[in-house]
């Protein structure tokens, strides 16, 4: 198998073109092109459609995708691997994280976990929600911390609990001192919008609907991170949690109740915690690193916890 045929399937299936996937690997379309036309004639299978500049994945593709990522990511790996074999240090204990959590739960676990493992070090790589998923479908990584539900399959989460859902505004507006804001409140000020590929927006867009009500957003962003940034601007509104407020901007932001009450859940993945031949240092590392992101989620009083936890469960 040629492997930059693989990696520029890979390429093209996370960006959406054969453009964007060339300009990734430094290549010529039309190297790219022959490239993956070389993938398509070895394994007899045609991974896309042409249709005019586009190229629309089969259901091969698609099927083909997690397994192409997994090799990648295996290939890419062995330097790190060889360099781990001739070291004495431990191997780091690889943590992926959707990017709005980072600086307000994984960051802080991380700080926590070095306390209490200090010889343990720590990978932390970061990814929008939507390209978590596909990160972990190739199940390299040893803790995974998200919003759920996750848009792909995934083991069974180990629940931290949810998280109310409040309006966040500068603590100088006049709002900022009422208790419990609803959408006769903010009518006139100006909405900031998370875009409808995320968790939040799509809960709160139900829930408006629920009860008729529409917000009309007046900006619109893809990051929680520039949400906040905006709202401690004074640019107007959005919803926020207490895990996802970056700390460094909770002094001047206000995070209000609002009603129609509504909560995100957060969990963390342990997906080669239960596989034979797991290390069993690594093992406890990565439930130590799940006891630090607990520790962080009940010290910042985000809200209620559920029974659903799959390490909770009495055999």
Not at 138 to 151: E, K, T
Request: proline share 6%; hydrophobic share 45%; charged share 25%.
């Amino acid at each position: 198998m040629n492997l930059r045929s693989l990696k520029v399937f890979v390429f093209v299936m996370e960006e959406g073109t054969l453009a964007r996937a060339a300009d990734r690997m430094n290549l010529s379309q039309s190297a790219a092109s022959r490239l993956l036309h070389l993938l398509e004639d070895e394994f007899a299978v045609e991974l896309f459609r042409r249709d005019r500049k586009r190229l629309i994945p089969t259901v091969a593709a698609e099927r083909f995708y997690p397994e192409a990522l997994r090799i990648m990511s295996q290939v890419e790996a062995l330097p790190d691997f060889v360099k781990q074999i001739q070291s004495d240090t431990p191997e780091p204990l690889r943590v992926i994280a959707q990017t709005r959590i980072v600086n307000g739960l994984v960051l802080p676990a991380i700080a926590h976990f070095a306390k209490q493992m200090p010889d343990q070090p720590v990978k932390l790589e970061i990814h929008l929600r939507r390209d978590l998923g596909r990160r972990m479908m190739n199940d390299r990584y040893d803790v995974g911390v998200s919003a759920l539900p996750m848009p792909v399959v995934q083991p069974a989460p180990h629940i931290l609990g949810a998280a109310s859902l409040k309006v966040a505004i500068a603590k100088d507006h006049p709002l900022a001192t009422l208790s419990k804001l609803g959408p006769k409140d903010v009518t006139g000020i100006p909405y900031i919008a998370l875009d409808e590929t995320t968790v939040i927006r799509r809960i709160v867009d139900r829930e408006m609907a629920a009860y008729g009500v529409k917000l009309k957003a007046a900006h619109e962003v893809s990051l929680g991170t520039a949400a906040y940034r905006m709202v401690h601007s004074g640019l107007g509104f959005t919803f926020a949690d207490a895990v996802a407020l970056d700390p460094e901007l909770s002094d001047d932001i206000a995070l209000i109740d609002w009603h129609p009450h509504m909560a995100i859940e957060f969990g963390y993945f342990l997906p080669n915690a239960e596989k034979p031949g797991k290390i069993e240092d690594k093992t406890m590392a990565a439930h130590a690193f799940g006891d630090a992101l607990r520790h962080v989620f009940d010290h910042r009083g985000t809200g209620r916890h559920t029974n659903t936890d799959p390490g909770d469960k009495k055999h």
